[in-house]
């Protein structure tokens, strides 16, 4: 089957950011979401498109060209009519394999299913699934129009002909598939869990404050953006659920840092909160007005 349609579930930093990267190479985009999220992907997507626009990335036509192939929707019966189903929604058992159960019921019979899980397997969310042979797992990194890498997972039922689908698919999003074994956290999100939480860790003995550890780590690595700037814009509560899970299958060594279960149980969640490890502006930028709290954290 041809993909042309693609139906994206969760609109937020993910979804958006898989909807803008296949939108620009041609493919028509239908962004699932509940609630608000509806309401401020538009404006979030032209807003990243604008910064490509600065940069002469991109020419004005072109964003209009983009923007038109996205459309939104509340409403899961949509989904009868796309080719592919992306889940990216928050990174819990039950409410992936829920939305991808309802999926199941109304997509046509070859649609295939992507699982965007950091930390869940496959083969358990694809028992709760009718086509399990069609579920694939895929780690995008955000920001994902900028990260041309991507994990490939499958189930133990996952056919060859999906596999093949689906790094064509990634392929042309002009990403490089590198496939791993289906284990919590896989590659990525393990490493840059680790890194958190361990400069967590320091700011909390007093090695050093939140400003200059990021720095040091952001510039010693060449970093695009540094390991806390990262943090808050995954989201904290993200993070904690992630190290959560970790510590439960791997021990202790992902306990997660005094400081980060503080900044989630105070509500400093990240950009969404307008406050994490940074505070930031309307339009989720760093607010350089904004002072070092990290003595006071």
């Known amino acids: 089957m041809e993909i042309r349609r693609i139906g994206i579930l969760g609109s937020g930093r993910l979804g958006r950011g898989i909807a803008e990267n296949a939108a620009s190479i041609g493919y028509d985009v239908l962004l699932f979401s509940q609630g608000a999220g509806n309401n401020n992907a538009p404006h979030s997507i032209e807003l990243s498109l604008n910064k490509k626009l600065a940069k002469w990335a991109l020419t004005e036509s072109e964003k209009r060209v983009i923007l038109s192939r996205i459309d939104y929707t509340s409403d899961l019966k949509d989904l009868a009519n796309v080719d592919l189903v992306i889940e990216a929604t928050i990174d819990h058992f039950y409410t992936k394999q829920e939305l991808l159960r309802t999926a199941d019921k109304l997509c046509p019979p070859d649609v295939i299913f992507i699982l965007t899980s950091a930390t869940l397997s496959v083969s358990d969310i694809a028992r709760g699934l009718s086509r399990p042979d069609l579920l694939v797992g895929l780690h995008f990194i955000p920001p994902v129009p900028k990260i041309n890498v991507v994990e490939l997972s499958h189930g133990h039922q996952t056919s060859e002909d999906t596999i093949r689908a689906v790094e064509k698919f990634v392929e042309k999003l002009g990403k490089k598939v590198i496939h791993v074994k289906e284990s919590p956290g896989l590659v990525n999100p393990r490493a840059l869990i680790t890194l958190i939480n361990e400069g967590a ?80 502006t309307q339009d989720g930028l760093i607010d350089k007005t904004w002072q070092e709290q990290g003595d006071q954290a």
Not at 225 to 254: C, N, S, V
């Open 201 to 280: 860790y320091m700011v909390d003995e007093g090695v050093a404050g939140i400003e200059a550890v990021e720095s040091i780590l952001k510039e010693s690595w060449s970093m695009e953006q540094g390991p806390f700037e990262m943090a808050d814009r995954m989201g904290l509560d993200t993070i904690l659920h992630w190290m959560e899970q970790l510590q439960e299958k791997f021990g202790d060594r992902y306990a997660p840092s005094p400081l980060i279960r503080r900044f989630v149980r105070t509500g400093r969640l990240g950009v969404k909160a307008k406050i994490g490890f940074f505070a930031y």
